[in-house]
T-cell receptor, first 114, second 112 residues
Framework: DAGVIQSPRHEVTEMGQEVTLRCKPI?????LFWYRQTMMRGLELLIY????????DSGMPEDRFSAKMPNASFSTLKIQPSEPRDSAVYFC????????????FGPGTRLTVT | AQSVTQLDSQVPVFEEAPVELRCNYS??????LFWYVQYPNQGLQLLLK??????LVKGINGFEAEFNKSQTSFHLRKPSVHISDTAEYFCAVARSQGNLIFGKGTKLSVKP
C-alpha cells in the first residue's frame, strides 16, 4: 500500500489567499484525522471523520478553517483567508474503524503564509 | 477522560547509553497504548503498540515498552541508542470514540 498521501508537500502563500490541503487515506480505512503541528503548540487534532462524516471538529481553530470528505478516498482542509499564524505542518492520518484505532500518518504539508 | 503525560520534554543521552522515555496515562477503561516516532521533517511513524497480553512489547529499531497497569505507565526503553535514534517520541492512548490522545512529545537527542 502507498500509505497516506498528502499534497502538496510544501505550500507558500500570501496572507489572505485561500489554501487547500489534500489527503488520500489508506484504502479500506474508515477514519481520517487532520492534525496541525507547530513548535509553540505541538501536535493538535483539528477534526476527524468516520465513514466520511465529521465526528469532532472542536479542534478547528476558527471559521476560516473547513474540512470535507466527499468520499472514502479523499479529504480536503481549506483555510480561507490564510494568515501568517496558520504557518505550520499539517498532517493527515487514517485508521481502520474499531479498536485498537492505530493511526497511520502522511508525510505532512508544510504551510508557510507570508 | 483519558490523558497522556510525558514527563520529560527533552532527553539528552550519549551514544550507546541506555535510555528510558517516560509516559503515564489516565484511563478508566481498557487501554490501547502506542509509541510513535517522528524523525526530522517527517510524519509520525508507529514504533510499537500495546493491545493486550504480555506487558512487555517490542517494537522496531530495538525499542521496547512495558505496560504497567498499577502505575498507569507505558515507558519506552532502549538498551543502547544510536545517533540515528535522535527524534521526537510521542506516547498515545486510544479513546473509545476512535481517536488517539497524544502526549506533548519527548525530544531524544543522542550525542556522540
Amino acid at each position: 500500500d502507498a500509505g497516506v498521501i498528502q499534497s502538496p508537500r510544501h505550500e507558500v502563500t500570501e496572507m489572505g489567499q485561500e489554501v487547500t490541503l489534500r489527503c488520500k487515506p489508506i484504502s479500506g480505512h474508515n477514519s481520517l484525522f487532520w492534525y496541525r503541528q507547530t513548535m509553540m503548540r505541538g501536535l493538535e487534532l483539528l477534526i476527524y471523520f468516520n465513514n466520511n462524516v465529521p465526528i469532532d471538529d472542536s479542534g478547528m481553530p476558527e471559521d476560516r478553517f473547513s474540512a470535507k470528505m466527499p468520499n472514502a478516498s479523499f479529504s480536503t482542509l481549506k483555510i480561507q483567508p490564510s494568515e501568517p499564524r496558520d504557518s505550520a505542518v499539517y498532517f493527515c492520518a487514517s485508521s481502520e474503524q474499531g479498536p485498537p484505532y492505530e493511526q497511520y500518518f502522511g508525510p505532512g504539508t508544510r504551510l508557510t503564509v507570508t | 477522560a483519558q490523558s497522556v503525560t510525558q514527563l520529560d520534554s527533552q532527553v539528552p543521552v550519549f551514544e550507546e547509553a541506555p535510555v528510558e522515555l517516560r509516559c503515564n496515562y489516565s484511563s478508566s477503561v481498557s487501554v490501547y497504548l502506542f509509541w510513535y516516532v517522528q524523525y526530522p521533517n517527517q510524519g509520525l511513524q508507529l514504533l510499537l503498540k500495546y493491545l493486550s497480553g504480555s506487558t512487555l512489547v517490542k517494537g522496531i529499531n530495538g525499542f521496547e515498552a512495558e505496560f504497567n497497569k498499577s502505575q498507569t505507565s507505558f515507558h519506552l526503553r532502549k538498551p543502547s541508542v544510536h545517533i540515528s535514534d535522535t527524534a521526537e517520541y510521542f506516547c498515545a492512548v486510544a479513546r473509545s470514540q476512535g481517536n488517539l490522545i497524544f502526549g506533548k512529545g519527548t525530544k531524544l537527542s543522542v550525542k556522540p
